[in-house]
């Protein structure tokens, strides 16, 4: 266990941007769902398989693991210390001073694990653990099993509530993980903080649009009958 | 004007604290804050009753002495100012003042408003200095600086040690205080020599302290009376990880 408060902060922001890389190449494989059916469901399914087949794949995937697991554990061991750091006061007012979301990264984080343990459930387990249905080539069909959970509207508010989460997270975590590495200049403090509103932001939104996306395709009709009875 | 006190009363580090309620009088709105609780004393002793213990010095805003929450700010509601430039005039007649001290674990209470923040001078001692030799003043131009670099150097070494960083700090971190000291020093080619074995040291002893970690709030820089920049706290970072990779 790390002992001291910038080692344990250094862990942190090194984890947490390696999985914010790994956001970005997610987020891409997930552009696939913008396709029409017919070529989403071969592409995306073949992209899964090839993705799990992949020894350097695995390898990265066993790094993003032990990143989440020990991010989330120092997250917790860092918030128990800091509360018996701080002071309480019978007046407080200190939250004037500081967004809200920098001062719940724990909370917001918290959301971010439940949601990933049910992503988990719902696509990794599923995926590497059972003998789920195959696609017309004969692979896997990954694709089905996100196109029917997508078209669940709770599933859908349950991903955007949580995706929002995310935002919230990023837009605090990017800019103060650059700023535990020490890497800064005077000049291009600001450009690294619209870098990392901007990478959030897109983060954020490009996940959350695609089950939305998903969901008014497959109701189309039933959405544009209820549109005309307004 | 009229004022209602509610001020932490504690008689020493280990005895229970309480809020007591002082109501004041014809006081004017040129008044300083401390000035105020001077009248307070003043009839306090008339009374014959123990006065409120606070700690000032200076009274113009450069010791870093003074320093106290005030309705849960740290200096009270106007920003980039010590707790001895804040004047009645902020507030109106009738407010009622919540005055607490400073509180963090680092911090213990020695009595009512004063704290003991030695944990501060502890940290300076383990590395805010240069080891050289002292003697008279160098020849100022000897070693050329550029006037940016001093300049960033200077605003580095504007903290006073007043301590609200820590008290506004949601982690009771003193990551903006230590990197100050650490940033000053960094910048300029005499503190140069021992950046690296400084900032391990001074950071080691940070942590002994029991302050808490950084998160970037960034709630320090906004109640620093001196405006000093969470951009030392990058610089502390950078010389930590540098010191990390390279060896103290």
Redesign the interface.
Known sequence: ML????????LMALTGLFLCLFLVIHLLGNLQLFLPKEIAQEQFNAYSQALSGNLFIKVVAIGLYLSILAHAIYAVV?TI??R???????????K????WY??S?GLLGTVIFVFIVIHFQNFWYYYKFTDMPLDAWGRKDLYSAVVNLFGNVWYVMLYVVSMVAMGYHLL?GV??AV??????H?KY?RVVNVAGVAYSVIISVGFAIIPIYVYVVQHQERLLSLLQLK | MKLRLKIWRQDSATAQGMFKTYTLDNLEKGMSFLEMLDVLNQQLVTKGERPVVFDHDCREGICGTCGMMINGRAHGPIGGITTCQLHLRSFNDGDELTIEPFRAKAFPVIKDLKIDRSAFDRIIASGGYISASTGSAPEANSILIPHDVAESAFDSAACIGCGACVATCKNGSAALFTSAKISHLAKLPQGRAEARARVVKMVEQMDKEGFGHCTNTEACEAECPMGVSVLNIAQMNWEYNKALLLGA
């Not at chain 1, 700023?179 to 800064?184: C, D, F, K, P």
Request: no cysteine.
């Open positions: 002992k001291l408060t910038l080692l344990r902060k250094l860092i210390h800091n018996k750091s701080s002071g309480k006061y019978a007046i407080d007012e200190r004037v001073a500081s967004p920098s001062r990264m605090h800019a103060s700023r535990t590495l020490g890497v800064y005077q403090v």
